[in-house]
């Protein structure tokens, strides 16, 4: 056993879950501990209500997760409205390309056994068809992606370090990649992810361990839906800032994925959602200024931000 922790530490990763919580020596590059992401931004009028709200409660909203549904069900000229947009407030958009697993010819990823296949694109002609949702997003302006398949995000790293996709392009690798250790983390970063998000249901301990292996940004869940289990972990917010240095908070209440996020549900739907969802933020933000008030949170804007151009 000591030979095999020897080997473990000499590949980089840690032998053990961290108990020790130690604090991270790791910010963003403006000295921030966190910031928030909004997730589920599905249409233009989704993101003004949002930044309405974030005026009103004060939030400083750096990131957001947009089109979950698929960025493939938005005209560009919705698109261009949304990236125009986006980038008058300097904030970071991360879209989700479509067509996606759940939405192809296939089905065995919608059976209770064949969930455990994994979100993986099914083929080359899939695989090219998610490029070229990118290649719309991106001539629209957007500069950052939302990737849940390994493979991928291999591929798209080596376009970017051609110069086919812009170097300015960040990836985010999705929860759906089910990465839930140090290994993965550090495959993860590896592959090119700029952002990771490990699974929601890690303990501190093992997000510290995680910490312990990478150095860019882990994206953890402070509430999640409930068909993922629906937990909240506002008063884990200052903890997990302070061991798991620099993160994103993400915030994504509700029933289900399916359910939220399906083309047709109504504006106010959508509206109403992103209230709530700032709403959480401000409590999360409130709570991790009492818990530990030395914790920064991030100004708005950073110029390590991929703001849509």
């Known amino acids: 056993m000591d030979n095999l922790e020897q080997a473990l530490e000499e590949l980089g990763l840690p032998a053990h879950d961290n108990n020790q919580l130690p604090s991270s020596e790791l910010r963003f590059p403006d000295g921030g501990h966190y910031r928030i992401e909004i997730s589920g931004v599905e249409r233009v009028s989704s993101l003004q209500t949002l930044i309405k709200e974030a005026e009103q409660q004060q939030v400083p909203v750096h990131r957001i997760i947009a089109t979950v549904g698929g960025a493939t069900y938005l005209t560009q000229a919705e698109l261009r409205d949304f990236a125009q947009l986006a980038r008058e407030q300097k904030i970071e958009v991360v879209m989700t390309p479509g067509p996606r697993r759940g939405w192809d010819g296939g089905r065995q ?18 695989v090219r068809h998610w490029l070229k949702d990118i290649e719309r997003c991106m001539d629209a302006g957007f500069r950052g992606f939302l990737v849940a398949d390994e493979g991928v995000l291999w591929l798209v790293n080596q376009l970017r370090q051609k110069g086919v996709i812009p170097e300015d392009v960040i990836f985010k690798l999705s929860v759906f990649a089910g990465q839930a250790n140090p290994a993965g983390a550090h495959v993860a970063q590896q592959l090119g992810a700029n952002t990771f998000n490990p699974l929601a249901d ?108």
């Open 109 to 126: 990823i919608a059976t209770s056994e064949g969930l455990v296949s994994g979100m993986r694109l099914r083929g080359m002609d899939a």
């Open 202 to 309: 890690l303990t501190l301990p093992m997000l510290s361990a995680i910490r312990s292996t990478i150095q860019i940004p882990l994206d953890v869940y402070l509430c999640l839906v409930n068909s993922m289990g629906g937990f909240v972990r506002f008063y884990e917010a200052a903890e997990i800032a302070r061991i798991a240095a620099p993160c994103y908070f993400k915030i994504e209440p509700g029933p289900s994925e399916e359910a939220m996020y399906a083309p047709w549900n109504p504006d106010s739907y959508h509206d109403d959602m992103m209230r709530d969802r700032v709403r959480n933020a401000a409590v999360a933000l409130e709570l991790i200024g009492r818990e530990n008030p030395g914790l920064k949170c991030s100004p708005p804007g950073g110029d390590d931000l991929a703001i849509p151009r």
